[in-house]
């Protein structure tokens, strides 16, 4: 599963856990919009998930560009980071933003 070609495109994030959701399985409350490109499959047999960045409050779905794309090198399961298109987070910025769940595999960001 090639994610790099979602670079640049517009697609649209169905949130399974909008902002503010706690997780199911470890708990930690997600501080930003999370879902996933509906009719996808991504390394773990799973639709792609996507981190939706620069919106500030819960959604159902949305509709965005993939800026950037978080690859898991110790894991099979790449992250698309998708923002509107007027806005464009740095890597830092990017990093900050989704700790909270990639803290723990290791990861290069891919623009």
């Known amino acids: 599963m090639d994610s790099t070609k979602y670079l640049g495109k517009a697609v649209k994030v169905v949130m399974d856990r909008p902002m503010g ?39 159902d779905e949305f509709k965005g560009v993939v800026k950037a794309i978080i690859h898991r090198t110790n894991d099979n399961d790449d992250k698309l980071v998708v923002m509107d298109k007027n806005k464009n987070y740095s890597d830092e910025q990017i990093r900050a933003l989704t700790e909270f769940q990639e803290q723990y595999f290791e990861s290069e960001i891919i623009r």
């Open 21 to 59: 959701s706690r997780h199911p399985k470890h708990g930690f409350v997600y501080p930003v919009n999370y879902g996933y490109i509906p009719n996808t499959v991504s390394g773990d047999g799973e639709e792609l998930d996507a981190y939706v960045l620069g919106e500030f409050k819960p959604l």
